[in-house]
């Protein structure tokens, strides 16, 4: 089993910073994909970017693709996004997640094994 906890999300002005991280517990997850989705208020959970398990690629949505950058420290067993210019419409409760070996269709939730319970981000304008 792993356990995912997610931390470092709050309350930012339109055009700021956050840096969310994400602690797996239980396991290494070095040979799991990892990545974060979203979900806004009124809509529906999104794919937001993704961490090779290995070979470090990363992959994101159109809408953070330069604003966003995911990694992982797999010595710490730890995620991380790193948003800048935050967009009121980034407003979400954020989430990681992990798949063992997955090596594609990083944006289909369903077919991820463990998921956080999720950090709130808000971006006021």
């Known amino acids: 089993q792993v356990q995912l906890v997610e931390s470092g999300g709050g309350l930012v002005q339109a055009g700021g910073s956050l840096r969310l991280s994400c602690a797996a517990s239980?396991?290494?997850?070095?040979?799991?994909?990892m990545s974060w989705f979203r979900q806004g208020p009124g809509k529906e959970r999104e794919f937001v970017a993704a961490?090779?398990?290995?070979?470090?690629?990363?992959y994101y949505a159109d809408s953070v693709k330069g604003r966003f950058t995911i990694s992982r420290d797999n010595a710490k067993n730890t995620l991380y996004l790193q948003m800048n210019s935050l967009k009121p419409e980034d407003t979400a409760v954020y989430y990681c997640?992990?798949?063992?070996?997955?090596?594609?269709?990083?944006?289909?939730?369903?077919?991820?094994?463990?998921w956080g319970q999720g950090t709130q981000v808000t971006v006021s304008s």
């Open positions: 961490v090779r398990w290995t070979g470090g690629l990363t």
């Open positions: 239980g396991r290494s997850v070095s040979t799991y994909a």
């Open positions: 997640a992990a798949a063992r070996y997955k090596s594609s269709d990083y944006e289909i939730g369903n077919e991820y094994d463990y």
